[in-house]
Protein backbone atom coordinates (compact mmCIF):
# COMPACT_ATOMS: atom_id res chain seq x y z
CA UNK A 1 0.00 0.00 0.00
CA UNK A 2 1.26 3.18 -1.23
CA UNK A 3 0.69 6.00 1.24
CA UNK A 4 1.84 9.91 -0.02
CA UNK A 5 3.54 11.99 2.33
CA UNK A 6 2.03 13.90 5.11
CA UNK A 7 3.60 16.93 4.27
CA UNK A 8 2.18 17.03 0.61
CA UNK A 9 -1.21 15.68 1.92
CA UNK A 10 -1.14 18.97 4.61
CA UNK A 11 0.22 20.95 1.39
CA UNK A 12 -3.05 19.71 0.07
CA UNK A 13 -5.26 20.72 2.43
CA UNK A 14 -3.93 23.76 3.01
CA UNK A 15 -4.90 24.66 -0.37
CA UNK A 16 -8.31 23.56 -0.46
CA UNK A 17 -8.75 25.73 2.55
CA UNK A 18 -6.84 29.00 1.25
CA UNK A 19 -7.50 28.72 -2.13
CA UNK A 20 -4.14 29.98 -3.08
CA UNK A 21 -0.56 28.73 -3.62
CA UNK A 22 1.38 32.03 -2.01
CA UNK A 23 -1.05 31.77 0.81
CA UNK A 24 -0.85 27.86 1.22
CA UNK A 25 3.28 28.62 0.89
CA UNK A 26 2.77 31.19 3.84
CA UNK A 27 0.78 29.12 6.32
CA UNK A 28 3.34 26.09 5.97
CA UNK A 29 6.10 28.43 6.11
CA UNK A 30 7.69 27.35 2.72
CA UNK A 31 8.15 28.47 -0.94
CA UNK A 32 5.88 28.57 -2.99
CA UNK A 33 8.03 26.25 -5.49
CA UNK A 34 8.00 23.78 -2.57
CA UNK A 35 4.30 23.66 -2.53
CA UNK A 36 4.23 23.02 -6.20
CA UNK A 37 6.82 20.29 -6.17
CA UNK A 38 4.87 18.61 -3.45
CA UNK A 39 1.51 18.93 -5.41
CA UNK A 40 3.53 17.37 -8.60
CA UNK A 41 4.33 14.70 -6.54
CA UNK A 42 1.13 14.07 -5.08
CA UNK A 43 0.06 14.02 -8.66
CA UNK A 44 2.23 11.27 -9.68
CA UNK A 45 1.79 9.14 -6.67
CA UNK A 46 -2.37 9.40 -7.43
CA UNK A 47 -2.36 9.26 -10.60
CA UNK A 48 -5.18 11.97 -11.13
CA UNK A 49 -4.80 15.52 -11.43
CA UNK A 50 -5.52 17.89 -8.34
CA UNK A 51 -5.51 21.30 -9.01
CA UNK A 52 -6.30 23.55 -12.70
CA UNK A 53 -5.68 27.12 -13.26
CA UNK A 54 -8.20 29.51 -12.74
CA UNK A 55 -7.30 33.38 -13.94
CA UNK A 56 -4.05 34.24 -11.73
CA UNK A 57 -5.24 31.27 -9.23
CA UNK A 58 -6.02 27.72 -8.95
CA UNK A 59 -8.84 25.47 -7.86
CA UNK A 60 -8.93 21.88 -6.98
CA UNK A 61 -10.35 19.25 -9.36
CA UNK A 62 -13.79 17.54 -8.31
CA UNK A 63 -11.69 14.27 -7.79
CA UNK A 64 -9.61 16.36 -5.63
CA UNK A 65 -11.99 17.32 -3.39
CA UNK A 66 -14.03 13.94 -2.97
CA UNK A 67 -10.24 13.47 -1.81
CA UNK A 68 -9.76 16.09 0.39
CA UNK A 69 -13.23 14.97 2.48
CA UNK A 70 -11.89 11.03 2.69
CA UNK A 71 -7.97 12.53 3.77
CA UNK A 72 -9.20 15.43 6.08
CA UNK A 73 -10.53 13.60 8.99
CA UNK A 74 -7.41 11.09 8.99
CA UNK A 75 -4.79 13.56 8.98
CA UNK A 76 -6.64 15.17 11.86
CA UNK A 77 -6.75 11.51 13.86
CA UNK A 78 -2.79 11.00 12.66
CA UNK A 79 -1.80 14.74 14.36
CA UNK A 80 -3.65 13.68 17.47
CA UNK A 81 -2.58 10.60 18.22
CA UNK A 82 1.26 11.90 17.70
CA UNK A 83 0.45 14.78 19.70
CA UNK A 84 -0.61 12.27 22.56
CA UNK A 85 2.55 10.27 22.92
CA UNK A 86 5.07 13.01 21.95
CA UNK A 87 3.57 15.47 25.09
CA UNK A 88 4.95 14.47 28.33
CA UNK A 89 6.62 15.76 32.04
CA UNK A 90 5.53 17.38 34.86
CA UNK A 91 3.01 20.20 34.67
CA UNK A 92 1.94 22.88 37.73
CA UNK A 93 -1.03 24.89 37.08
CA UNK A 94 -2.60 27.32 39.31
CA UNK A 95 -6.23 27.46 39.12
CA UNK A 96 -8.55 29.68 41.22
CA UNK A 97 -10.68 27.51 43.00
CA UNK A 98 -14.02 28.44 41.98
CA UNK A 99 -12.44 27.97 38.49
CA UNK A 100 -10.90 24.60 39.50
CA UNK A 101 -14.34 23.10 40.89
CA UNK A 102 -16.58 23.96 38.68
CA UNK A 103 -15.41 24.22 35.44
CA UNK A 104 -11.86 22.24 35.58
CA UNK A 105 -12.24 19.32 37.91
CA UNK A 106 -15.18 17.40 35.94
CA UNK A 107 -13.15 18.23 32.58
CA UNK A 108 -9.75 17.02 33.38
CA UNK A 109 -9.74 13.81 32.93
CA UNK A 110 -10.61 14.61 28.98
CA UNK A 111 -6.89 16.29 29.23
CA UNK A 112 -5.03 13.35 30.78
CA UNK A 113 -6.96 10.78 28.48
CA UNK A 114 -5.55 12.96 25.65
CA UNK A 115 -2.01 13.28 27.28
CA UNK A 116 -1.31 10.62 29.44
CA UNK A 117 2.62 11.41 29.39
CA UNK A 118 1.50 14.60 31.46
CA UNK A 119 2.14 14.99 35.01
CA UNK A 120 -0.37 17.01 36.26
CA UNK A 121 -0.54 19.29 39.58
CA UNK A 122 -3.34 21.61 40.92
CA UNK A 123 -2.34 24.28 42.53
CA UNK A 124 -5.05 27.23 44.06
CA UNK A 125 -3.98 30.44 45.40
CA UNK A 126 -4.53 31.85 48.59
CA UNK A 127 -6.48 35.45 47.14
CA UNK A 128 -7.63 36.71 43.92
CA UNK A 129 -5.31 37.95 41.46
CA UNK A 130 -1.88 36.10 43.55
CA UNK A 131 0.14 35.24 41.08
CA UNK A 132 3.28 35.51 43.15
CA UNK A 133 6.68 35.52 41.47
CA UNK A 134 4.64 33.25 38.40
CA UNK A 135 6.56 30.00 39.47
CA UNK A 136 4.11 27.57 38.04
CA UNK A 137 3.81 26.54 34.70
CA UNK A 138 0.42 28.23 33.95
CA UNK A 139 -2.38 30.21 35.87
CA UNK A 140 -6.16 30.82 35.74
CA UNK A 141 -6.75 33.60 37.53
CA UNK A 142 -9.47 35.90 38.52
CA UNK A 143 -8.09 38.98 37.86
CA UNK A 144 -8.95 42.60 37.69
CA UNK A 145 -7.93 44.19 34.56
CA UNK A 146 -4.74 45.77 36.09
CA UNK A 147 -3.85 42.68 37.37
CA UNK A 148 -3.57 40.98 34.24
CA UNK A 149 0.37 40.34 32.82
CA UNK A 150 0.67 41.37 29.27
CA UNK A 151 0.11 38.61 26.65
CA UNK A 152 -2.52 36.74 29.19
CA UNK A 153 -5.24 35.53 27.45
CA UNK A 154 -9.21 36.13 28.67
CA UNK A 155 -11.10 33.02 29.03
CA UNK A 156 -14.60 34.32 30.64
CA UNK A 157 -16.43 37.18 32.23
CA UNK A 158 -18.78 37.12 35.08
CA UNK A 159 -21.84 38.32 36.22
CA UNK A 160 -23.40 37.88 39.75
CA UNK A 161 -26.58 37.27 40.99
CA UNK A 162 -28.01 35.81 44.13
CA UNK A 163 -28.77 31.93 44.88
CA UNK A 164 -30.44 30.27 47.32
CA UNK A 165 -31.60 26.66 48.74
CA UNK A 166 -35.47 26.60 47.14
CA UNK A 167 -36.44 25.15 50.68
CA UNK A 168 -34.97 28.74 51.88
CA UNK A 169 -36.85 30.78 49.63
CA UNK A 170 -40.15 28.77 49.34
CA UNK A 171 -39.96 28.41 45.92
CA UNK A 172 -40.31 31.69 45.14
CA UNK A 173 -38.42 34.93 43.64
CA UNK A 174 -37.96 38.33 44.82
CA UNK A 175 -37.90 41.61 43.10
CA UNK A 176 -37.55 43.86 46.32
CA UNK A 177 -34.16 44.31 47.30
CA UNK A 178 -34.95 45.34 50.48
CA UNK A 179 -37.05 41.92 51.25
CA UNK A 180 -33.94 40.51 50.06
CA UNK A 181 -31.55 42.12 52.14
CA UNK A 182 -34.00 41.35 55.45
CA UNK A 183 -33.01 37.42 54.63
CA UNK A 184 -29.53 36.00 55.65
CA UNK A 185 -26.65 37.12 53.96
CA UNK A 186 -23.66 34.94 53.15
CA UNK A 187 -20.52 36.90 52.51
CA UNK A 188 -17.45 35.94 50.98
CA UNK A 189 -14.01 37.59 52.04
CA UNK A 190 -16.12 40.69 52.93
CA UNK A 191 -19.23 42.58 52.91
CA UNK A 192 -18.60 44.88 50.25
CA UNK A 193 -19.41 41.81 47.63
CA UNK A 194 -23.57 42.82 48.62
CA UNK A 195 -23.05 46.29 49.07
CA UNK A 196 -21.90 46.53 45.46
CA UNK A 197 -24.75 44.26 44.35
CA UNK A 198 -27.51 46.01 45.98
CA UNK A 199 -26.36 49.72 45.24
CA UNK A 200 -25.95 48.55 41.72
CA UNK A 201 -30.20 47.00 41.89
CA UNK A 202 -31.64 50.06 43.27
CA UNK A 203 -31.55 48.83 46.88
CA UNK A 204 -29.37 50.63 50.08
CA UNK A 205 -25.89 49.81 49.86
CA UNK A 206 -25.80 48.94 53.66
CA UNK A 207 -29.41 47.98 54.15
CA UNK A 208 -28.87 45.14 56.05
CA UNK A 209 -25.36 43.81 54.69
CA UNK A 210 -24.14 44.65 57.66
CA UNK A 211 -24.69 41.15 59.73
CA UNK A 212 -24.09 37.47 58.19
CA UNK A 213 -21.39 35.56 58.09
CA UNK A 214 -18.29 36.44 56.00
CA UNK A 215 -16.55 33.34 54.36
CA UNK A 216 -13.31 32.83 52.67
CA UNK A 217 -13.94 29.94 50.82
CA UNK A 218 -16.36 30.19 47.93
CA UNK A 219 -16.92 26.07 48.38
CA UNK A 220 -18.11 26.32 51.74
CA UNK A 221 -20.04 29.29 51.01
CA UNK A 222 -21.89 27.08 48.51
CA UNK A 223 -22.37 24.31 50.93
CA UNK A 224 -24.07 27.01 53.14
CA UNK A 225 -26.48 28.31 50.91
CA UNK A 226 -27.47 24.64 50.00
CA UNK A 227 -28.53 23.83 53.07
CA UNK A 228 -30.60 27.06 53.60
CA UNK A 229 -28.16 29.17 55.84
CA UNK A 230 -28.97 32.36 53.55
CA UNK A 231 -28.71 33.91 50.60
CA UNK A 232 -25.04 34.03 48.56
CA UNK A 233 -24.08 35.77 45.45
CA UNK A 234 -23.25 33.18 42.80
CA UNK A 235 -22.46 32.97 39.09
CA UNK A 236 -23.07 31.25 36.20
CA UNK A 237 -19.92 29.66 36.17
CA UNK A 238 -19.61 28.46 40.08
CA UNK A 239 -23.39 27.70 40.47
CA UNK A 240 -24.56 26.44 37.83
CA UNK A 241 -24.29 22.67 38.24
CA UNK A 242 -25.76 23.16 41.61
CA UNK A 243 -29.00 24.96 39.82
CA UNK A 244 -29.47 22.03 37.51
CA UNK A 245 -29.36 19.70 40.64
CA UNK A 246 -31.86 22.03 42.05
CA UNK A 247 -29.69 22.63 45.38
CA UNK A 248 -29.72 26.40 44.64
CA UNK A 249 -31.92 28.15 42.55
CA UNK A 250 -31.49 32.14 41.20
CA UNK A 251 -34.06 34.77 43.60
CA UNK A 252 -33.27 37.90 41.98
CA UNK A 253 -33.19 38.99 38.32
CA UNK A 254 -30.56 41.40 38.57
CA UNK A 255 -27.16 40.24 37.92
CA UNK A 256 -23.93 42.75 38.42
CA UNK A 257 -21.31 41.93 35.90
CA UNK A 258 -18.15 41.46 38.15
CA UNK A 259 -14.94 43.53 37.14
CA UNK A 260 -12.94 40.67 37.64
CA UNK A 261 -12.58 37.99 35.11
CA UNK A 262 -10.66 34.58 34.28
CA UNK A 263 -7.45 35.06 32.67
CA UNK A 264 -5.05 31.90 31.54
CA UNK A 265 -1.52 33.49 32.57
CA UNK A 266 1.90 32.02 31.56
CA UNK A 267 4.32 31.21 34.26
CA UNK A 268 7.82 33.06 34.25
CA UNK A 269 9.39 30.24 32.44
CA UNK A 270 9.36 29.61 28.88
CA UNK A 271 6.32 27.05 28.28
CA UNK A 272 7.02 23.97 28.35
CA UNK A 273 5.50 21.35 25.48
CA UNK A 274 2.81 20.07 28.39
CA UNK A 275 1.93 23.85 28.98
CA UNK A 276 1.45 24.02 25.25
CA UNK A 277 -1.02 21.17 25.44
CA UNK A 278 -2.85 21.87 28.19
CA UNK A 279 -3.43 25.74 27.26
CA UNK A 280 -4.75 24.22 23.66
CA UNK A 281 -6.70 21.50 25.19
CA UNK A 282 -8.81 24.63 27.60
CA UNK A 283 -8.90 26.66 24.83
CA UNK A 284 -10.31 24.19 22.40
CA UNK A 285 -12.76 22.55 25.42
CA UNK A 286 -13.73 26.59 26.24
Do not use: C
Request: hydrophobic share 45%.
Amino acid sequence: MSIPSTSALMALLTLARTGSVTATADALAVTQSAISHKLKALEEQLGFTLIRREGRGVRLTERARHYVAEIGPALEVLARASQTEAVSGALTVNVASGFAASWLAPRIGGFLAKHPGVVLRINTPRRYGDLGARRNDLYISFLLPDEVPVGSTKLMGVGFFPVAAPSLMGGQTVTDTAALSRMPILHLDNRQDWQRWLSAAGGAADDGVTQGIVFQDLQIMEMAAKYGQGVALGDALTSRTAMERGELMRVHPFELPSARAYWLVEGAAPLSDSAKAFSAWLLAEL
